[in-house]
């Protein structure tokens, strides 16, 4: 019961905490609404072209007229604007001088195709056209060699001469969504800095003798106070999810429970990194200065300010950066594979630091 009564007393005395509360809430929703708004333009994965112009030259039309006028119609439902062109040495050096994205022109040998290596995304798509096309020239030359002045039915009309299918189709995290769960990860890694002062606090307060004076264990203090942090903080990272979720509509997936978890596993790591190190440095100013570093190297390195390359060789030395990348798996890939790798490299370092606090506190007589 002793415990469960400090556990208790520390959750409302962090919550009476005006400072804790603007820090751990309204610091990450303002700066997510910031960045969710200022930087969605970065986030659109899709690449506008524009209106494409080719010219096109026919010196041998006969019976594949219509079969010309249907790619035109076809390709201006496309934004591919067609422009008969008067010869052969104008079209080429229109697409030469970047007037025309490519040059077409039907003859007795067949049809060639011109194209300016400067803009390869509008040539490819005038390639992808010729190739739709050329399919029905073809054809239509083999009929005619069999039957003269036969052209076969052209009734179907394909509008989309090019279509595309990923192997690996992912649904991609706009900037809301992204920044809902890189603040949510930043702020549960701020956990290290009242985990910093969670036992030298009391001493600073002149407050560790009356702890120690009372009849309570020091190992009930000391799980008592480390249950309280964990759940003070974990709270503050549920109501930010929770409003990023309610207010901001950001995606966090059908697996919501396994994200509460993994969040659990990066407080529990934030606060034993900070409570380590609150008995690795010679003061308390010392130790919040160095949680503080690290907590910015980690949030610069481990995008949550920006999108990071993850085969860079810093990827993945902040917890950010595994954190997001687990999380973006399990919201837009369905993939569960990394959640419990994640959550033992979390519990693992958590442990380590925890070992170090156990053991300072265990060789002082006081907290």
């Known amino acids: 019961m002793n415990i469960f009564r400090i556990a208790a007393k520390e959750i409302k005395s962090d919550f009476r905490d005006v400072r804790t509360l603007f820090f751990m809430l309204l610091f990450p929703i303002v700066l997510m609404f ?20 080719v010219l096109y030259n026919d010196q041998k039309a006969g019976p594949l007229s219509p079969y010309i006028q249907t790619m035109i119609q076809a390709g201006k439902k496309a934004h591919i604007d067609f422009q008969k062109a008067s010869d052969r040495i104008k079209g080429t050096k229109a697409v030469q001088e970047g007037k025309a ?7 007795p040998r067949g049809v060639e195709l011109y194209t300016n290596e400067r803009n390869k ?3 490819s798509l005038v390639e992808g056209v010729m190739a739709a096309f050329v399919g029905r020239y073809e054809l239509a030359m083999a009929v005619s060699e069999v039957k003269p002045g036969f052209v076969p039915s052209n009734k179907s009309v394909h509008d989309e001469y090019i279509q595309e299918r990923s192997l690996h189709s992912k649904r991609k995290p706009g900037a809301m969504d992204y920044y809902a769960v890189a603040m949510t990860t930043m702020i549960a890694l701020y956990s290290a800095l009242p985990g910093s002062s969670l036992l030298r606090g009391e001493r600073t307060r002149k407050t560790a003798d009356r702890l120690l004076a009372a009849p309570v264990r020091k190992s009930e203090i000391f799980i008592g106070k480390l249950a309280g942090n964990v759940a003070a903080n974990f709270l503050c990272v549920a109501l930010v999810m929770l ?3 309610w207010v ?5 997936g059908h697996h919501v429970s396994l994200v509460w978890l993994l969040m659990l596993t990066e407080v529990v790591l934030a606060i034993s990194f900070g409570l380590g190190m609150s008995y690795m440095a ?10 503080m570093v690290i907590i910015q190297l980690s949030s610069f390195f481990g995008g949550a300010y920006f999108p990071i390359d993850e085969t860079a060789w810093y990827a993945h030395l902040s917890p950010l950066s595994w954190m997001n990348e687990t999380i973006f798996k399990i919201v837009y890939a369905n993939d569960l594979s990394s959640v419990v790798p994640t959550m033992l490299l979390n519990i693992g370092i958590a442990a380590l630091f925890l070992l170090i606090a156990v053991a300072s506190v265990a060789r002082r007589e006081g907290l």
């Open 34 to 53: 910031i960045l969710g708004t200022a930087l969605s333009n970065t986030f659109h994965w899709t690449i506008s072209v524009g209106d494409v112009h």
């Open 248 to 252: 901001f509509h950001a995606d966090w």
């Open 243 to 245: 409003f990023s979720k």
């Open 282 to 291: 010679r003061t308390e100013g010392a130790a919040r200065t160095i949680a």
């Open 101 to 107: 994205d490519g040059y077409i022109e039907i003859g």
């Open 121 to 123: 995304i509008k040539g």
